[in-house]
């Protein structure tokens, strides 16, 4: 069995975010950003839970003299990491503070640009959380500046979820049927999405997705990948009551996917989903 995030510190879980979690999953939301949203060339910009500062500090690069960036994370740890890079890069126009999506620490109407990430909150979470974190970001952002979240809508990890379903049953454990089920759709709908933002009153909401694949050789690469081991892997198995169920279905997991890799990769895809609206 794999050492799962739980039993990992948090700043061995900003140093795996940092070298894993970035490049494999937030870089895929944060090119969409810059691909499909029109993004102002100055003001004051914001970046809700900006992790170990990447994109933020991307943003202010482009913004040089012409604006500056905030971003707020909820781990002391990421934003170590983060403060450390603008040390390295001397910019002068971002700061880094923690705070939370929920309660972000800022001044009311102050941003003329708002991105937040939200796409390793965890899917049993964000359902309870999304409408207050709208309200919050609404709050912080001025009158028809544009807000952008970034999540991974429902629809994602299908192609794991049929195989965790076979290895119920070869584990003789298909009494969690109801659970998975649960976990399949447990994530936001990219209509569900929608609603809440307007449900709070901003404007022009609008939606895009694109769907990403990640490729794995083997089980052991893809249930030991860090970003599938410390994202994802301790939410798809906490539905297991036990220790000795989870082993069981971790080795029904690894003869099925080397079965399926036989003659190629194992392929899950995940929907990378921007909601895009104007304050």
């Known amino acids: 069995m794999p050492n799962y995030s739980a039993n990992k510190d948090a700043k061995e879980l900003a140093y795996l975010y940092d070298l894993y979690f970035v490049p494999d999953w937030r870089e895929l939301f944060d090119q969409l950003v810059d691909a499909e949203v029109k993004i102002p060339t100055e003001g004051k910009f914001l970046d809700a839970g900006c992790g170990t500062g990447g994109y933020a500090i991307d943003l202010a690069t482009r913004l040089g003299d012409k604006g500056e960036v905030v971003g707020i994370d909820d781990s002391y740890e990421r934003l170590a990491l983060a403060n450390g890079k603008i040390e390295i890069k001397k910019l002068e126009n971002v700061r880094f503070a923690q705070g939370t999506l929920e309660n972000l620490g800022?001044?009311?109407?102050?941003?003329?640009?708002?991105?937040?990430?939200?796409?390793?909150?965890?899917?049993?979470?964000?359902?309870?959380?999304?409408?207050?974190?709208?309200?919050?970001?609404?709050?912080?952002?001025?009158?028809?500046?544009?807000?952008?979240?970034?999540?991974?809508?429902?629809?994602?990890?299908?192609?794991?979820?049929?195989?965790?379903?076979?290895?119920?049953?070869?584990?003789?454990?298909?009494?969690?049927?109801?659970?998975?089920?649960?976990?399949?759709?447990?994530?936001?709908?990219?209509?569900?999405?929608?609603?809440?933002?307007r449900d709070v009153g901003f404007r022009h909401v609008e939606t895009l997705t694109q769907?990403?694949?990640?490729?794995?050789?083997?089980?052991?690469?893809?249930?030991?990948?860090?970003?599938?081991?410390?994202?994802?892997?301790?939410?798809?198995?906490?539905?297991?009551?036990?220790?000795?169920?989870?082993?069981?279905?971790?080795?029904?997991?690894?003869?099925?996917?080397?079965?399926?890799c036989h003659d190629g990769n194992f392929d899950i895809s995940a929907k990378t989903t921007l909601l895009i609206a104007k304050r």
């Open 106 to 197: 800022v001044t009311t109407d102050d941003f003329d640009f708002v991105v937040a990430d939200l796409s390793l909150i965890s899917p049993a979470e964000l359902p309870e959380r999304i409408n207050d974190i709208l309200i919050e970001l609404k709050r912080v952002a001025r009158s028809g500046a544009t807000v952008v979240l970034k999540v991974a809508t429902r629809g994602s990890f299908d192609e794991f979820y049929s195989v965790y379903w076979e290895a119920l049953y070869e584990a003789d454990l298909l009494d969690y049927t109801a659970q998975l089920e649960d976990l399949i759709k447990e994530r936001l709908t990219v209509e569900q999405l929608e609603e809440s933002a």
């Open 211 to 260: 769907q990403n694949r990640f490729e794995y050789e083997n089980a052991a690469e893809f249930l030991s990948a860090p970003l599938i081991e410390n994202a994802f892997l301790r939410h798809w198995l906490g539905i297991l009551a036990s220790e000795s169920e989870e082993q069981q279905v971790h080795e029904a997991l690894t003869r099925i996917i080397d079965r399926e």
